[in-house]
């Protein structure tokens, strides 16, 4: 890299304390770098967190933006949080979440909801056999896995399942896949293959997955792909495939399900051969202009299957329904896949990991207690409002543009200038509040009355402003906000970069909604008999379901709660115009609590059946109020009471989710580009190589930010980056 | 502020990630001919794969290009531009021979934008159909999906030409109607040299309910000899339904 | 059995008589309507300093493989040189070139303005042999091939705007598909897939699946365009028709450029980088002769030349697929020899 002519540290502003922000933080500041760097985060409002804020409410309740569940690939933000865990090193006898393995346990995927033709919603399980170690062991472990790779273990998988139909026996555990057998020279494979071709129809299932086992090791090890071959093998045998398993799943669930996984694999391999992406450089980028669903039917999937309860939660999971709108569900294909694939055959101790607290808590009060070690600086309440280019005439010849200046709105300040202290204690655990501590601020208690609402868009009171200038408050910037605010703050580059309007125009944003219950019953009582679930694809509007009853006990109830309940789902998007106005936030919030209410009256029946009296309505009288902890007969009766809960419309631009739609990935922006050579951008908005919205791709854009600017870590080492 | 002293960031050594690493480029001194073969197939089978969904627009969107500010620029696309909206202008002033006829000729392939349409969520899958057979065609695109209804009917049973001519005429006559069509026009009939009268007065009737169309057409005396031929129009909704052509023999 | 030889000289001869006869047609165009004479002069410029007439060539030989009469694509194959000069005086424009088939290009000459509108007006005039084939083809068939004119039009468009997005944004993250994917649309297109077609229209009346031609006419146009590309680099001074490197003084986006800055050390890649995002003016021939021998150094001219035998070969497989119910003729033959004559041609 660069050699050091200078004698003293670069100055760079973070702007953005979300994970992007953190992360890169967190990778300029190693012990190793030996203060090259120092940095400064800006970071509206009093927490960090960005959309994996939380905060404490009444009874010390964790309120969530939404439901954080960290899955078992997310390499990178699990070696971060580890490292973040050991470098802070909490003592075990006075925190109670001391070491990472406090913070985070295992999980599984334990739940799709299903709609079975007796009428029923029921839930079914996919179990997968995980990697070795844990998530961010040390060592980068994460093998070169090529897309044959990938597909090989898809076609492993299926082998399994369809031996389970051949032993239809319930509850029996499936066996080990046979490994297929060798056909010794790639060679022979494709003799062997050529002439099962021409003897024709693979008459029982055991011959079917003899035939798919050829076909696994085709794929797993064949150097030049005859395509024409394989897909006309694959064709013959899923011809075969679906001939067999007709007949049976109309009457049969288990089968059903068996089949429709099946199917989309199938579908998927097919594709895969058809659109060459065994060999394509781009891999599965490659098909990043289709939707997902509507890939694999052009690849001969069945409207079932592209239906099914499976794939519908995939889309739920990620919230990737245009606009919000729930008739629109597109992702793009090749992300889709690549998220597929990494989750399901990636994945280090458990599918998902659940967090003992609320993600703030969990992620953002340590990182923020090792970087203030580090030296950090933290500016709170500064938020950004413009970002200012150079005049393109005052260029050196050969020189790039720059950022010249960072305008902020000071939101609120400090009594003589001191540093804002945002953590609160929660038991012997910090914590993050729900609001600004106003005795530390200038004038709190007038802010205070007035109501001011430093996290929301719509909030323009200020104290003051604050411009820093390139070369004397800060050398280089990492623009870590979220997504959706980028229109609003980088009106210059959006006027003179087309790439900038193309990416705004493209990398599309949707609004979410969550709510959260507690419950003074435990879930067996509300009538759910199975075990603690991540319930997704249910109904509208609120299409995931986490049980979070393991947190009952960090609060601080008087008597603790039986159960927790988080729901969330996307929010349907109103037109940019409505947007603007200053009403817009609460109409929102109300919104959602009528979508949580109507909820409540009537679709959770399905799933809690005792939660709900003879006569039909829902028992009000279970959600248990933080100002009346202590009967069921205190406090409000009736819907009212639903008042107590917790409920949030996420519609802060920098707060909307982002979407990888068809056609878009292309338009977004990698943190290593250099057109402005002191700019990088950080979020899961750009093109991290992982571009999904998820904590994993935000903190891969924040270490990718990190390298461009020290060249460290070396992108071999950030896992996952150089994938299919 | 002087660029030498200002802190940048070093040249990335690459910003994107490698995606396939056997595909990755280095071939040092060994044959790029199946690379090539490769390439271009991959290259023409995507390109058939997004069907004919040609862009209107000027300009393409996969670099997030925009028009420059810079005028050259802008008339160099304006140039680009007159050509083919000239084109599209005249095939409007002739009016498509046949409503469908040429576009339904393009090949069934789905284009990228394509969707699989909302989810059928939480409806009992009583509804849901029987999973559809595949077509086996490895390496074609897939079957052509249903072309647009398909509204056009057989031309009418009975056509009647009632021709008021001194001279040898031969008429030609296109005709597509609609279910819904009631009546037509046909504008002046021209020949494509400009100094050549229009033969004017044409005029159709149509019996829908007999399934009767009748032409009445009337050639002066001095006409000309050439090809005249004019659109048939709906005359309620001014779409084209086809042609009508009347050439006139020399003496 | 025929020879090499034979097909190269059956090639030159079939484009020497069918360019011959194009040229005649054209000139009646040219001079048909009573206009200014000296802009009649600027419009003749370019189509009367000869070519290849590979285009013309292959409508007029395609449609008599099919069975046509010699004269019935005629105007079409007029349609498409008299296009492609317009696309010729444009692009000389737009790449600042000072010379075009051994003479300066119209703008050095007359000016950008005048350059403009003459290709403007040559576009334009393209379109009228195609309005006459109303009267010797019949009112569909001329809507027919409007249509696939209109069509050839929109991909040109394209194509040319994906090229100039890349100068324009000075574009260095590009592969080799990206090249191919834009030639399909640029060059292709009018250059081989849209004569063909034509000729394929007017031969069979409209009773043939056009896009049956649609990979040999990729195949056999990506190969042609790789071998400009490369002669613009092989040949001395002069004799290609443009000056010497002038795709390395416009910062072309060529095979071998790509293949350059894939090879390409970082140190080079930010030198190349730099050198691709100035204007023409502010290059230096230093800098041109640098990339020059870059390329040599990195193999990319051989690596281009190999891709373009692999297209090549690829177009004769395609050929053999696509034309296998077509009756022998010369015509056939000749369109069998292009993807050979292609890359060969000097």
């Known amino acids: 890299m660069q050699a050091m002519t200078r004698q003293h540290p670069v100055e760079i502003a973070i702007v953005g304390g979300g994970c992007a922000g953190i992360t890169a933080a967190f990778e300029l500041t190693r012990p190793e770098l030996r203060g090259q760097y120092r940095v400064t985060v800006y970071q509206l409002g009093w927490r960090l967190g960005g959309k994996g804020a939380s905060g404490r409410g009444p009874a010390d309740r964790i309120q969530e933006h939404g439901l954080h569940l960290w899955m078992g690939f997310y390499e990178n933000a699990f070696r971060l949080i580890r490292e973040c865990y050991a470098e802070l090193k909490r003592d075990p006898a006075t925190c109670r979440i001391a070491d990472w393995s406090d913070a985070f346990v295992p999980d599984h995927f334990n739940g799709v909801a299903d709609w079975s033709p007796d009428g029923r919603w029921s839930p079914w399980t996919v179990q997968l056999p995980p990697f070795e170690g844990l998530p961010g062991d040390p060592g980068n472990a994460l093998p070169r896995w090529t897309i044959g790779d990938y597909l090989a273990r898809s076609l492993e998988l299926v082998r399994t399942l369809l031996a389970t139909v051949q032993e239809p026996a319930p509850g029996a555990a499936p066996e080990a896949p046979q490994p297929p057998k060798s056909t010794g020279t790639p060679e022979a494979l494709l003799e062997t293959m050529s002439r099962l071709l021409e003897y024709g129809r693979f008459a029982t299932l055991a011959a079917v997955v003899e035939a798919l086992g050829l076909m696994e090791v085709a794929l797993a090890t064949l150097r030049r792909y005859p395509e024409n071959l394989l897909i006309r093998f694959h064709d013959a045998v899923v011809t075969a495939v679906r001939g067999q398993f007709e007949k049976l799943i109309e009457s049969n669930d288990r089968l059903r399900r068996v089949w429709e996984i099946v199917d989309m694999m199938l579908a998927i391999i097919r594709g895969a051969l058809r659109f060459r992406l065994l060999t394509d450089p781009r891999g599965f980028d490659a098909i990043d202009d289709y939707d997902c669903r509507e890939w694999m039917r052009l690849n001969g999937a069945s409207e079932r299957t592209i239906n099914s309860a499976f794939i519908r939660a995939l889309y739920d999971l990620t919230f990737a329904y245009e606009d919000g709108d729930l008739s629109r569900p597109r992702v793009a294909a090749g992300q889709g896949l690549r998220a597929a694939f990494r989750a399901f055959f990636t994945y280090r101790g458990a599918f998902f990991w659940k967090m003992r607290s609320g993600m703030g808590d969990v992620v953002f009060a340590p990182f923020y207690e090792v970087l203030k070690r580090r030296g950090v600086r933290f500016e709170f309440f500064h938020r950004l409002e413009n970002v200012k280019l150079c005049d393109p005439a005052h260029l050196a010849p050969g020189e790039r543009p720059f950022v010249e200046a960072l305008e902020f709105d000071v939101q609120a300040a400090i009594p003589g200038g001191g540093e804002y202290q945002p953590l609160v204690d929660v038991r012997g655990l910090p914590c993050w509040p729900a609001a600004p501590d106003y005795r530390q601020l200038v004038e709190g208690e007038r802010l205070e009355q007035e109501e001011w609402k430093f996290e929301s868009h719509w909030e323009r009171r200020k104290v003051g402003t604050r411009t820093l200038r390139v070369g004397k408050d800060f050398d280089l910037v990492i623009l870590a906000v979220g997504g959706g605010a980028i229109p609003f703050l980088c009106k210059e580059l959006m006027e003179r970069d087309p790439r900038w309007r193309a990416m705004v125009e493209r990398v599309k944003t949707v609004p979410t909604q969550a709510c959260q219950l507690w419950m003074n019953t435990d879930m067996k009582e509300l009538g759910w008999s199975h075990a603690p679930v991540n319930l997704c694809a249910f109904v509208k509007p609120f299409d995931t379901w986490a049980d979070m009853s393991h947190l009952a006990t960090e609060e601080s109830w008087p008597r603790p709660p039986g159960a927790l309940a988080y729901f969330c789902s996307v929010l349907q998007d109103v037109p940019e115009e409505e947007r603007a106005r200053p009403a817009f936030p609460e109409e929102q919030h109300e919104r959602v609590r009528r979508n949580s209410v109507r909820f409540l009256e009537k679709d959770l029946a399905h799933l809690w059946p005792r939660a709900y009296r003879e006569s039909g309505g829902f028992r009000w009288e279970l959600l248990m109020d933080p100002s009346a902890p202590h009967g069921e007969s205190a406090g409000e009766a009736g819907e009212a009471r639903f008042a107590s809960q917790y409920w949030t419309a996420n519609v802060n631009p920098s707060d909307r989710y982002t979407l990888s739609l068809p056609g878009s990935l292309r338009a977004r922006i990698s943190p290593l580009d250099n057109t402005y050579d002191n700019l990088t951008v950080a979020g899961d908005w750009t093109d991290s190589g992982f571009n999904q919205g998820c904590v994993e791709a935000a903190v891969m854009s924040g270490r990718l930010a990190a390298h461009a600017i020290s060249g460290a870590p070396k992108l071999e080492e950030i896992a996952g980056f150089d994938h299919p | ?251 | ?346």
């Open chain 3, 1 to 346: 059995m025929r020879t090499a030889t034979d097909s190269a000289v059956l090639v030159r001869e079939k484009l020497a008589e069918y360019g011959a006869a194009t040229q005649a047609r054209m000139r009646e165009y040219l001079r048909g309507r009573p206009r200014n004479p000296e802009f009649e002069e600027l419009i003749a410029d370019y189509p009367q300093r000869g070519g290849w007439a590979l285009r013309a060539s292959l409508c007029l030989a395609t449609a008599r493989a099919f069975g046509a009469y010699p004269t019935d694509a005629l105007n079409s194959a007029v349609a498409i040189e008299l296009l492609h000069n317009a696309f010729l005086v444009h692009d000389d424009v737009e790449d600042e070139s000072e010379e075009r088939r051994g003479r300066p290009t119209l703008h050095q000459r007359h000016g950008v303005p005048t350059a403009i509108n003459v290709g403007d007006a040559l576009a334009i005039l393209s379109l009228r042999p195609l309005i006459d084939n109303a009267g010797t083809l019949g009112v569909r068939l001329a809507l027919r091939i409007l249509e696939e004119a209109e069509r050839m039009a929109h991909e040109s468009v394209e194509g040319q705007s994906l090229e100039l997005a890349w100068r324009q944004h000075n574009v260095v993250e590009l592969r080799e598909v990206d090249y191919l994917q834009m030639v399909l649309k640029k060059t292709c297109w009018y250059t081989t897939i849209y004569p063909m077609r034509i000729g394929a229209l007017i031969g069979t009346r409209d009773g043939v699946e056009l896009d049956r031609y649609l990979r040999f006419g990729f195949f056999v146009g990506a190969a042609f365009q790789i071998q400009d590309d490369l002669l613009n680099l092989l040949e001395d001074e002069g004799r290609y028709g443009k000056e010497r490197y002038g795709d390395i003084w416009e910062g072309k986006r060529t095979l071998m450029l790509i293949h350059l800055l894939h090879a390409a050390s970082t140190e080079e890649r930010a030198r190349l980088s730099r050198v691709l995002g100035v204007s023409r003016a502010e290059r230096t021939s230093e800098d041109v002769s640098w990339i020059r021998e870059r390329m040599e150094e990195y193999g990319s001219i051989d690596y281009a030349r190999q891709i373009a035998h692999g297209l090549a070969g690829a177009a004769q497989h395609e050929f053999s697929v696509a034309c296998a119910d077509l009756p022998d003729s010369p015509d056939k033959r000749f369109m069998e020899a292009l993807p050979t004559w292609v890359i060969e041609r000097s």
């Open chain 2, 1 to 251: 502020m002087d660029p030498r002293e200002r802190v940048k960031k070093p040249e990335p050594g690459r910003t994107q990630p490698v995606r396939n690493w056997g595909a990755v480029f280095e071939r040092p001194g060994g044959n790029s001919v199946p690379q090539g073969v490769e390439m271009g197939y991959r290259v023409i089978e995507e390109y058939l794969r997004q069907g004919q969904n040609v862009a209107r627009a000027m300009w393409a969107p996969a670099v997030g290009g925009t028009p420059s500010g810079d005028g050259l620029q802008n008339q160099m696309g304006a140039m680009l531009r007159s050509f083919a909206d000239f084109a599209s202008l005249w095939l409007d002033l002739m009016g498509k021979a046949s409503a469908g006829g040429a576009t339904a000729r393009e090949p069934g392939v789905t284009p990228a934008a394509g969707t699989a349409g909302p989810f059928s969520a939480g409806v009992a899958p009583s509804a849901a159909k029987a999973p559809k057979a595949t077509a086996s065609e490895p390496t074609e695109p897939p079957a052509a999906p249903e072309s647009p209804e398909v509204q056009a009917v057989a031309p009418p049973s009975h056509l009647t030409l009632d021709i008021d001519s001194t001279r040898r005429t031969e008429v030609s006559i296109d005709l597509r109607p609609r279910a819904s069509d009631r009546a037509f026009r046909v504008h002046d009939l021209r020949a494509p040299e400009p100094a050549s009268p229009r033969i004017r007065g044409v005029i159709i009737e149509a019996v829908p309910e007999e399934d009767r169309v009748t032409f009445r057409i009337q050639i002066p005396d001095d006409q000309p000899p050439g090809l005249y031929s004019g659109i048939i129009l709906d005359e309620h909704t001014g779409l084209p339904r086809g042609t009508l052509c009347v050439r006139v023999v020399a003496r």
